[in-house]
Structure formats: structure tokens, C-alpha cells
């Protein structure tokens, strides 16, 4: 019963997607129904500005730093990690938004610190250099993903954190699924934010 409400919590948390009410209540629009569709915040930065995008990326990390914490009181570090994974899942998947949410990649970014700050640089680092030496920000947050369980091995994480970031990795790489089969085929777009 308490792994249950660690869940239903971070899930609830994780649902609320913050660049969906930003867009909706702010800039007078949902970004879902602009640019690449997705409610993340690099879909925010390239719609509506960098600024949109940074907030975005804070407050979505704010909710995940916030449901493991919950759960690390609840059931220590088990608790910690349930609530992460959980956190991601309604993030994707959100039920205050009829199931369309982001790819998970603020919240990964999130799971990283939340595992050290060994491990959040290191996905960070990766994110960085591809991104700005590729002009994909797919292509980045897809290796930056692939970076979060390898960092949290190297790191010494205890298992259910390293089993955390396993799932979570998988999970954005699957979220990402249309732009890989973009990035074979040479037609996934360069990343431009709007000014």
C-alpha cells in the first residue's frame, strides 16, 4: 500500500505538465497544437521563446525534485526511485491532459540531479555537445538519455536508482521514436528558437 500511494502521488505530480497551462493561461495558445506537437520545453523554446522554454524546464523539474522527495520520506530510497519513475510516466503520459504530455527529457534531466551531481553534469555535458554540434535537439536528449543510467553505474548509484534511470532512459528513447526514424531517414529538422 505505501509503494501504491508513492505512486499515485508522483504520478498525479508528474501529470501536471507545466508548458500546457504556461501556453494556454500565458501566450494564449496550446503549444500541443504548434510546432512538433509535444508538450515539452523544447517545443515551448522553439514556439514561443527561450524564456518559455527555461520555465518550463524548471518547473517540470521542480514537480519530479518534488515527488522523489515525497517518496524518499515515505519509503527511503525505494521510495525515491518508485516516485521518479512514476514521476516520468505521468509526465508522458499525463491524466490532467488527456494523455499527451512531453518525452521526459526536463524530467530525466531532473532524475539525473536527483540521483548526483556527478550524474546530472554528466547527462548535461552530453545533452550540450551534441545538441549545439548537431543542431538537433532530438539527437542530444535521445544521447543524454542513453548517458543517465551509464553516468549512475559509474557513479555507484544503489540499485533501485540505477534500475530508476535504466527505466527512465528507455523511456525518453521510446518517447523519441518519430524522431529517430527522422533521423535515419535525414529529415529531422534543425532546432531554431523563436527570438
Known amino acids: 500500500m505505501t509503494y501504491i500511494i508513492i505512486v499515485l502521488i508522483a504520478y498525479l505530480l508528474g501529470s501536471f505538465c507545466a508548458s500546457i497551462p504556461l501556453s494556454k493561461h500565458v501566450y494564449g495558445g496550446?503549444?500541443?497544437e504548434k510546432g512538433s506537437g509535444n508538450a515539452g520545453a523544447t517545443?515551448?523554446?522553439r514556439v514561443y521563446g527561450m524564456k518559455a522554454g527555461i520555465a518550463t524546464?524548471?518547473?517540470d523539474a521542480v514537480k519530479t525534485a518534488a515527488a522523489m522527495l515525497i517518496g524518499a520520506a515515505i519509503a527511503g530510497e525505494a521510495g525515491k526511485a518508485l516516485a521518479g519513475a512514476a514521476c516520468i510516466v505521468g509526465h508522458c503520459w499525463p491524466v490532467y491532459f488527456s494523455f499527451r504530455g512531453?518525452?521526459?527529457v526536463s524530467v530525466?534531466?531532473?532524475l539525473g540531479l536527483m540521483t548526483g551531481l556527478p550524474v546530472f553534469a554528466a547527462i548535461i555535458a552530453v545533452f550540450?555537445?551534441?545538441?549545439l554540434s548537431t543542431h538537433k535537439v532530438s539527437l542530444g536528449s535521445i544521447c543524454a538519455a542513453a548517458a543517465l543510467p551509464?553516468?549512475?553505474w559509474l557513479a555507484n548509484a544503489d540499485a533501485p536508482m540505477l534500475s530508476m534511470c535504466v527505466f527512465s532512459a528507455l523511456l525518453v528513447i521510446f518517447m523519441h521514436r518519430s524522431n529517430i526514424r527522422r533521423l535515419i531517414s535525414g529529415?529531422?529538422?534543425d532546432f531554431h528558437a523563436k527570438k
Do not use: Q
Not at 128 to 131: E, G, P, T
Open 30 to 32: 496550446d503549444v500541443r
Open 43 to 45: 517545443n515551448m523554446a
Open 57 to 59: 524546464f524548471v518547473l
Open 102 to 104: 512531453g518525452k521526459g
Open 108 to 110: 530525466g534531466a531532473a
Open 128 to 131: 550540450f555537445a551534441v545538441s
Open 150 to 152: 551509464i553516468s549512475a
Open 187 to 189: 529529415t529531422e529538422g
